[in-house]
């Protein structure tokens, strides 16, 4: 099922991959457990659950700067992934995807971006700003998050805050 989100921004959406070694079902579990950024997530100082029961979960992310986020997940498919909105009070909102999926070597994670600048008026004004400024900082961001989610699975370990490098949005 393709949301307007993914219709209008398609082409603008910034994804990031992992081949894990382990299995569906443990990667499953991890995703999508109450509070689970706390354990993978190297930019993140809180995960608050406020509703979480699959479709219609809704949770906070404070990031180690300050930053709060609401997510709220619109698609909940049981090992298979989820979909979520997910903004700043009062702000507009980007679609999120995650996807997980079982290959040969062990899991695959994708999570991929649909940024809420091409939901607005004037969206081909942000092309340049995008792709040279949004789209490495939004790539380094996820590439983080699925390099901590494999070192979570590896290790058992909670990742550091800032693991894999300080970021100018989140840290």
Known sequence: MINSFQRQSFFRCISSRKIIKCSLEDLWLIISSKSNLELFHPFCKKNNAIIWNGNGSEDELEYLNGRKMKR?????????????????LDKPRSFVSWRITKIKEGSQIKITVYPYL???????????PFYFFIYPLLKSYLNSVVNGLDYYLKTSHPVKKNQFGRHIWFS
């Open 72 to 88: 709220k997940f619109v698609r909940w498919e049981e090992g298979i992934g989820y979909d979520l909105y997910i903004n700043q």
């Open 118 to 128: 091409f939901n607005k008026k004037y969206k081909m004004l942000m092309f340049f």
